[in-house]
Nanobody
Framework: QVQVEESGGGLVQAGGSLRLSCAAS????????MGWFRQAPGEEREFVAR????????YYSDSVKGRFTISRDNTKSSVDLQMNSLKPEDTAVYYC???????????????WGQGTQVTVSS
């Protein structure tokens, strides 16, 4: 079992940057693919970025490609999401999740954090 907890959210102006962190605890963190998802009010939870267990491959949604970077450090059991050139439409609660299948589908991720709010003002 893996527990995950996000941090680093906040309020930022459009064009600014934020770095989200996800701290994981439990055994076998390195066995899990890790993903970042987000959910805006009234919207479904959507895929943002994911990274394979080794960190060797990363994937992004079209809406964040080129602006966001996901990375992981298995020695620290952590995953980060660097968000640059933020836009008001990036406003959402951001969730970190762990799963054994590297996929964009939220339903395939077994362990979720409580989320951290990101608000981008125009």
């Amino acid at each position: 079992q893996v527990q995950v907890e996000e941090s680093g959210g906040g309020l930022v102006q459009a064009g600014g940057s934020l770095r989200l962190s996800c701290a994981a605890s439990g055994r076998s963190f390195a066995n899990y693919a890790m993903g970042w998802f987000r959910q805006a009010p009234g919207e479904e939870r959507e895929f943002v970025a994911r990274i394979t267990w080794s960190g060797g491959s990363t994937y992004y949604s079209d809406s964040v490609k080129g602006r966001f970077t996901i990375s992981r450090d298995n020695t620290k059991s952590s995953v980060d999401l660097q968000m640059n050139s933020l836009k008001p439409e990036d406003t959402a609660v951001y969730y970190c999740a762990a799963g054994l299948i590297n996929t964009n589908r939220p339903s395939e991720y077994k362990y979720w954090g409580q989320g951290t709010q990101v608000t981008v003002s125009s």
